[in-house]
């Protein structure tokens, strides 16, 4: 009796190595799935950020653009008309 409860725990035992080792192989492949979620969302942050920079740069140059523009036409009148 004694030795067929110890057959019987060892090929839980072995069930149950067999299946923690194809669980380990689902795990690692989560983890790399992960990975590259998490390297994906720093660059799309970083070119999030590039680009807001960009339209900041450029919502200047508008507005330099505009504030030379109004300079000119000012002038332009004062000495024209």
Same mark, same amino acid.
């Given at each position: 009796? &004694?030795?067929?409860?110890?057959? #019987?725990?060892? *090929? ?6 067999? @299946? &923690? ?9 989560? #983890? ?9 969302? $720093?660059?799309?942050?970083? *070119?999030? *950020?590039? $680009? ?9 140059? %508008?507005?330099?653009? @505009?504030? +030379?523009? +109004? &300079? %000119?036409?000012? &002038? ?6």
């Amino acid at each position: 009796a &004694v030795e067929s409860n110890i057959v #019987e725990l060892g *090929t839980i035992f072995n069930k149950l190595a067999v @299946m &923690v080792n194809e669980h380990s192989e689902m795990v690692t492949r989560v #983890e790399d799935n992960v990975n590259d979620a998490s390297d994906n969302i $720093t660059l799309s942050m970083n *070119t999030l *950020t590039d $680009t807001l920079d960009n339209l900041r740069s450029n919502r200047q140059l %508008f507005f330099r653009l @505009m504030a +030379v523009l +109004v &300079v %000119f036409f000012i &002038v332009f009148i004062t000495c024209f008309a």
